[in-house]
């Protein structure tokens, strides 16, 4: 049995760094990823035993405008965070990360001890995941490691927020065992950011680009941006995406701006009202990222998802195929034994939870998953992937007759070019083959695999035809 | 041709909510009833009374008579105090307007339903020298509500005599003008009751003289009262007993009688009220009814005091309940002769037959449920007379029950010109007919102006025009049908600050110019949406309707035109341009929870919606256009 991580800090003096031990090398072979379909592979049954950590890291400076995360807010009473990650640690964050060890230490690995697959991706995200000094990254990754293995050449990626680190800080996190960055950029322009109400201004956006690329053994990094942000015009946004392209990340985010109730957005915009763009307006932007990055050599392989062959978010991936996770920490989502859990957002009730995870007292249930809502979860999440659906392997596990009522429900879009039908070869059938196919009935002479949503235009209407299929799984 | 059948048997109509059904059975729940000491002493165990005693009451002691009067002027009120005062309710006891039983009676303080009771009464008269005979007092509550009129008629039916009650402070209002009349026209004699008088703005004088000029009432007739203070309501059971007639029926002939109401109990079955015009009625009598020739045996029979009392005997002039074995109410259609089996007796003249007046079209939300919204209506309206219901199915709304509503109307238009509509769609029809009615419009005289605009726009016809005292205008106006179907009395009583009162009564069939109009989504027209305007006003209403379903319906994934068509002449169009973007949050931290609810709820708004071809529209869509199509 492994030693729970836990002891390990408890006992740690505050101000001392801990030993980094050995760990190996942080620098992957991404050229073996690359095939000559940089697509996401299908969902697979979800059967299959965890390889991968979500740890949440909700620590912000502030608050964005539009976020209604479960963060904390250090605000500016906390010891500024020295870039060097030296200097005193914020007694909050520790504290938190002891929890989090916890939670880690009382979690069984699944299947069990000795079956349970090593970790392929672990991410830390946030909040704003860079603001916790490297050293507690470093602890965490180790709690991980004893608890649940980690495989030969992991993925770990972690967020980090311009101005909140340095070369040194990062080079100690690579040296932690992340190797991969997602860096919140979200727009180029000073006014916008101010706007947001980001803890950074342009200088620190250019500054930790500058950071980043510069880090030997750092290859693989992201860049996130937001559209859609109010008073954005799409000059800006063009702008964005030039530096963007310009930085040359392997991964770029791009999140439409949702307005969330309860938000500083929330209580000043209207979605679709001034000075938020209208619905086509949106929609434009949207397009024009799908174009600028695709000319930039990247591939659109999930709505919001763009990146360089062979450099897809393994991480992502895993959400995408609808396969099991672990998670940790303060309203963190976990998909183990087909059960969905959502922990506490507040930190106290966190902390309850996490107590009588301890006791015993809470389990993670396991449980036979509903047919309808596994086949919900495969469409929604399929669609949303430039792969898109597998139609042989949805056929195979949810029956021949729902499959062909979904394919009838999309077949008028197909028409109107929003969905995409292809044959094995990802070739796209043209509406007569489909509706041919489709009469045909027979599950030998289908030429139909695939069906997805096209770019941009059916992934702008994703949530329209996603809830169509919905109506049709579960009517 | 349901629909043309059902209105060549066209008859004034009753919507009730379908609330109500279940309230309708439920209409007999009996709490025990303490018989009142002071009132009926001699009426054996209580729960029940022999059949002996009934026989004392001679039709020369037995009085029938209903309440009529304007909506809220305090029927049902009045009527608790006559129980009270007779002994048969305990004052103070269960709530008020007692008779209001019906679940939207007791929501809404409103009478839906009319309810019969049966009390005691000694009184002297002079007929009767010094000796105070009791008197046995059937009382007929009524709804004052112009859209459940039909109730009052066929309440009238059982009666020899009414009294009409008008506020004081309110004076004469429309309903008071229609129930007169319909008192009057049944021969019935009229016992007036200005009520409220109570009320600081009371003004009994003004009352007796509108009564004076409208009714010919001699104002030394009229009985002043407040049911709420108990003022001067020690005269009117004394009025009642002298001024009414007794009923006139044959004692010694073989028992017939009227069916007055009909309604299933779940522990009883069905239960009929009924009045003994002749003969009397024993529980083990064979029964017939004239209408199906059907025969029962009377299982259990009693009168109503106010809960079912058994009493074993009806006897000639009483009314009362049946229970018969009947085993739904289908078999007990109201206005039907019951009499003794294996003979031939003349029906009775029934009453004014149910006019269909108020149109409904009704559709599950969810088709699944057709069945028990099926079964509902056929619980709520069988036993009426008043109500026809048709199946039908619409590409829009999906199966559901069409109750005499457009639909038949231009049926009614389809068998009048054979050659018309059904051939050529949409073809104006030379020589179409609709129905119309007489309203009557009573307002104070400054809102005349605007109301007279109001009628004209809905294509009225001045028919009267009177004053009926200094402050009061009388309007009769023939309006068609369809122009007063929906929202006409919303406005009436907007613009005349809600002081008008309104009835109507329907009436004959005339010519007018009138047009189906289509509405048309990407082409496919939507039947529930079709219309029958009038020409002048088609393009006019065409082009507001399609700016309305513009507004209505929400973008979707493709362009659709909206179009309103008069058979293949478009009329009006719009464009609803295809939506763009729905929102495209990301699945954050593998929580795809909040995502998948967002999209489930989406898909619940889907389900919602009616389908059309591939349009989907939003339930919404069909009331608004009733509302502007009706009232253009
Ligand atoms: N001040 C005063 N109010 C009264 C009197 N009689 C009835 N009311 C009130 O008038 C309102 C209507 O009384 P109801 O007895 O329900 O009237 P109704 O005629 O049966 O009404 P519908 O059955 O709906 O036509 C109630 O609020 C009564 O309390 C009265 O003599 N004086
Ligand atoms: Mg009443």
């Given at each position: 049995m492994l030693r729970s991580a836990f002891p390990l800090i408890s006992h740690l003096p505050p101000k001392k760094s801990p030993p980094i031990h050995p760990r190996p090398p942080p620098v992957r072979q991404y050229a073996t990823a690359t095939t000559s379909h940089p697509f996401t592979p299908p969902p697979l049954p979800p059967s299959l035993p965890p390889a991968s950590a979500y740890v949440h890291l909700p620590f912000c400076r502030k608050r964005c405008h539009y976020c209604d995360f479960p963060i904390v807010a250090l605000g500016s009473s906390?010891?500024?965070?020295?870039?060097?990650?030296?200097?005193?640690?914020d007694p909050r964050i520790t504290d938190y990360v002891r929890l989090l060890l916890r939670e880690v230490a009382a979690t069984c690995p699944v299947p069990d001890v000795d079956d349970g697959v090593p970790l392929e991706t672990v991410f830390f995200g946030g909040g704003t995941s860079s603001l916790v000094p490297p050293r507690l990254v470093a602890v965490v990754l180790d709690a991980l490691r004893g608890r649940f293995g980690l495989s030969q050449c992991p993925e770990v990626s972690i967020e980090m927020d311009p101005g909140t680190f340095d070369a040194a800080r990062l080079r100690e996190l690579i040296g932690a065992g992340v190797n991969r960055v997602s860096l919140g950029v979200q727009a180029f322009q000073e006014d916008l950011?101010?706007?947001?109400g980001r803890a950074h201004g342009l200088r620190e956006v250019h500054e930790a680009v500058e950071i980043v690329t510069a880090c030997e053994g750092l290859q693989n990094w992201s860049m996130d941006l937001i559209s859609s942000l109010p008073n954005q015009t799409e000059a800006m946004w063009e702008e964005s995406l030039r530096c963007t392209v310009d930085a040359r990340p392997t991964h770029i985010s791009v999140y439409d701006l949702q307005i969330e109730q309860g938000t500083k957005f929330g209580q000043m915009y209207t979605p679709g009202v001034h000075p938020l763009p209208s619905d086509s307006e949106s929609a434009n932007l949207y397009k024009i990222a799908s174009k600028r990055l695709s000319e930039a050599g990247y591939h659109h392989n999930e709505i919001s998802s763009y990146c360089k062959p062979g450099y897809e978010c393994k991480h992502n991936v895993t959400y995408w195929q609808n396969r099991s996770f672990y998670a940790f920490g303060l309203g963190?989502?976990?998909?183990?034994?087909?059960?969905?859990?959502?922990?506490?957002?507040?930190?106290?009730?966190?902390?309850?939870?996490?107590q009588n995870l301890e006791n015993g007292t809470w389990s993670h249930e396991s449980r036979n998953s509903d047919m309808k809502e596994m086949a919900m979860d495969v469409v929604m999440l399929s669609l949303r992937t430039a792969w898109g659906l597998d139609l042989r392997s949805?056929?195979?596990?949810?029956?021949?007759s729902l499959t062909l009522s979904l394919c009838n429900t999309f077949k008028p879009f197909l028409e109107s070019g929003l969905v995409i039908v292809m044959d094995m070869q990802r070739q796209a059938l043209s509406p007569g083959d489909f509706e041919l196919d489709l009469q045909n009935k027979c599950d030998s002479g289908s030429r139909s695999a695939f069906i997805r949503l096209s770019d941009p235009d059916g992934f702008l209407l994703s949530n329209e035809l996603i809830s169509l299929a919905f109506g049709i799984i579960s009517p | 041709m349901a629909g043309a059948a059902a209105l060549r048997r066209s008859a004034r109509r009753i919507v009730r909510p379908l609330a109500t059904a279940t309230a309708l059975s439920r209409t007999l729940q009996q709490p025990e009833r303490l018989f009142s000491s002071q009132a009926s002493p001699e009426h054996g165990p209580r729960g029940a009374m022999s059949g002996s005693e009934l026989g004392l009451y001679t039709p020369e002691l037995i009085r029938n008579f209903s309440i009529i009067a304007h909506v809220d002027h305090g029927k049902s009120t009045l009527a608790d105090r006559l129980l009270e005062l007779t002994g048969t309710i305990q004052k103070g006891h269960g709530q008020p307007q007692y008779l209001d039983k019906l679940q939207v009676e007791r929501e809404r303080g409103i009478t839906v339903k009319a309810q019969t009771a049966t009390m005691f009464y000694w009184h002297t008269s002079a007929s009767h020298g010094p000796d105070t005979p009791r008197y046995l007092l059937n009382l007929i509550d009524t709804p004052g509500h112009v859209d459940f009129s039909y109730e009052v008629s066929r309440s009238l039916a059982a009666c020899q005599g009414a009294l009409l009650v008008v506020d004081a402070a309110q004076g004469v209002q429309a309903q008071t003008i229609a129930n007169f009349y319909l008192a009057f026209e049944s021969n019935l004699s009229i016992v007036p009751v200005i009520n409220k008088i109570d009320q600081p703005t009371a003004d009994p004088d003004n009352v007796k003289d509108q009564l004076k000029r409208l009714f010919d009432i001699d104002p030394s007739e009229a009985l002043l009262t407040s049911a709420k203070t108990g003022k001067g309501l020690e005269q009117v059971l004394p009025a009642v007993i002298e001024r009414i007639p007794s009923p006139p029926g044959k004692c010694d002939s073989p028992v017939r009688m009227l069916l007055l109401d009909s309604y299933f109990d779940e522990y009883k079955g069905v239960i009929c009220h009924v009045a003994v015009v002749d003969g009397a009625l024993h529980k083990g009598d064979k029964i017939a009814s004239a209408a199906t020739g059907r025969t029962y045996e009377v299982q259990d029979v009693g009168?109503?005091?106010?809960?079912?009392?058994?009493?074993?005997?009806?006897y000639t002039g009483q009314v009362g309940y049946v229970i018969s074995g009947m085993r739904s109410t289908k078999e007990a259609r109201i206005g039907d002769t019951l009499h003794q089996a294996k003979i031939t007796v003349e029906p009775l003249p029934g009453f004014k037959p149910a006019k269909h007046m108020v149109f409904s079209g009704l559709y599950p939300a969810d088709g699944s449920d057709f069945e028990a919204l099926s079964h509902a209506i056929e619980k709520l309206t069988c036993n009426d007379a008043s109500v026809s219901v048709t199946k039908e199915t619409s590409t829009a709304l999906g199966m559901g029950f069409r109750k005499l509503n457009l639909g038949s109307f231009c049926s009614k238009v389809q068998v009048e010109n054979p050659a018309a509509l059904a051939s050529n769609p949409g073809k104006r029809v030379v020589g179409c007919w609709e129905p119309t009615v007489i309203a009557t419009i009573i307002i104070p005289s400054e809102y005349v102006g605007p109301v007279i605009m109001l009628c004209s726009e809905r294509r009225g016809e001045q028919i009267e025009y009177t004053f009926i005292d200094a402050q009061r205008a009388l309007l009769k106006y023939r309006l068609p049908l369809k122009e007063i179907i929906v929202d006409f009395y919303n406005e009436l009583k907007g613009i005349t600050s809600g002081y008008a009162t309104f009835d109507y009564e329907d009436s004959e069939y005339q010519q007018s110019d009138l047009v189906k109009m289509d509405i048309l989504l990407n082409g496919q027209p939507v039947d529930a949406m079709a219309t029958i305007v009038h020409n002048q006003k088609a393009q006019r209403i065409g082009r507001e309707l399609v700016e309305k379903l513009k507004k209505i319906i929400d973008r979707q994934m493709f362009e659709i035109t909206i179009q309103a068509a008069i058979g293949s002449k478009v009329i009006a169009r719009e464009t609803l341009s295809a939506m763009r973007k729905n929102v495209l949050a990301k699945c954050y931290g593998g929580d795809i929870t909040r995502k998948k609810k967002l999209l489930e709820k989406q898909k619940e708004g889907k389900k919602?919606?009616?389908?059309?071809?591939?349009v989907d529209i939003p339930q919404e869509a069909f009331h608004e256009l009733l509302k502007s199509s009706g009232s253009k």
């Open positions: 906390s010891p500024t965070p020295s870039p060097h990650g030296e200097g005193a640690e950011l101010q706007a947001c963190s989502a976990s998909y183990i034994n087909s059960v969905r859990f959502s922990r506490p957002r507040r930190m106290k009730e966190y902390a309850e939870w996490v949805f056929s195979k596990s949810f029956g021949k | 009168i109503m005091h106010p809960e079912l009392t058994p009493t074993g005997v009806l919602r919606m009616k389908r059309v071809g591939s």
